[in-house]
């Protein structure tokens, strides 16, 4: 009968010693703060008999799209263009290749800061001819402070939970073995001021025919942060 291997797989679980007894904890914090940037997607779009119409029609509607976003300046951090497309609709009777007409799209992606220009902006564009406006899609940016603070708040409750077990048993903390996030040994998979209430405002070079804008309320984003911690204590006397 042979003896059972250990699996190379598992790491071997740091067990403490009578002299140097050791706590695992985890910490864990959840947040709840205001957005930072909100995203909106633009897909503007055109239709015409021949390919040259359509893409005419598309080409200037497009540059409208872009010239009427650049116009709130640094309210808007980015913009992007993602797809374009120019595609033929065939006849449905008939034999042969006959192309009935053409669709053309083109789709933009803006990230605002100013919440206030995002009520404004979006109303605009939905404004415009063949203009579809999705979103917005509220978020922090990667290196916010809440991530910051979300993850010192669980180094902190870590501490004070392996704190409190120590107490309990009539000792003390000694020394941090580990600290770890959650999942650390693995691969990792795969966003100023916080805003208050977004308020109706009007902006230079807007036309006096432009609609009431949106009241959009920022949707509060929720930061969550878990570490492992490992202590050794001094011995209790049991």
């Given at each position: ?16 010693t009578?002299?140097a ?11 709840e703060?205001d ?10 779009a055109a ?15 497009n540059a ?7 116009t709130?300046?640094d309210?808007v ?22 192309v ?5 799209s083109?789709?933009?992606t ?11 902006l ?9 203009t ?16 910051r603070e ?11 939970r ?5 107490e309990?048993?009539g000792?003390?903390l000694?020394a941090l ?17 916080a ?13 006096e ?9 920022p ?20």
């Amino acid at each position: 009968m042979t003896a059972a291997t250990p699996d190379a797989s598992q790491p071997a679980v740091p067990y403490g010693t009578p002299e140097a007894p050791r706590i695992a904890v985890r910490g864990e914090a959840r947040l709840e703060v205001d957005p930072e940037i909100a995203r909106i997607g633009i897909t503007v779009a055109a239709r015409g008999r021949d390919r040259r119409s359509a893409l005419d029609d598309l080409t200037r509607r497009n540059a409208g799209v872009l010239d009427l976003v650049k116009t709130y300046g640094d309210a808007v951090e980015r913009l992007e263009t993602g797809a374009f497309s120019i595609t033929p609709e065939l006849t449905k009777h008939g034999r042969g290749e006959r192309v009935r007409t053409y669709h053309g799209s083109v789709r933009v992606t803006a990230e605002l800061t100013d919440f206030t220009a995002l009520g404004e902006l979006t109303t605009r564009l939905a404004d415009l001819d063949l203009t579809r406006v999705d979103g917005p899609w509220w978020a922090l940016r990667p290196d916010s402070p809440a991530h910051r603070e979300a993850r010192k708040k669980a180094v902190r409750e870590a501490v004070q939970r392996a704190r409190e077990y120590a107490e309990a048993l009539g000792t003390t903390l000694a020394a941090l073995v580990e600290l770890a996030d959650i999942g650390a040994e693995s691969a990792p998979p795969d966003y100023p001021q916080a805003p208050g209430r977004m308020r109706s405002a009007a902006f230079a070079g807007a036309a006096e025919d432009t609609p009431a804008p949106l009241d959009l309320e920022p949707q509060r984003q929720r930061v969550h942060a878990q570490i492992n911690a490992r202590f050794t204590m001094v011995p209790p006397q049991l």
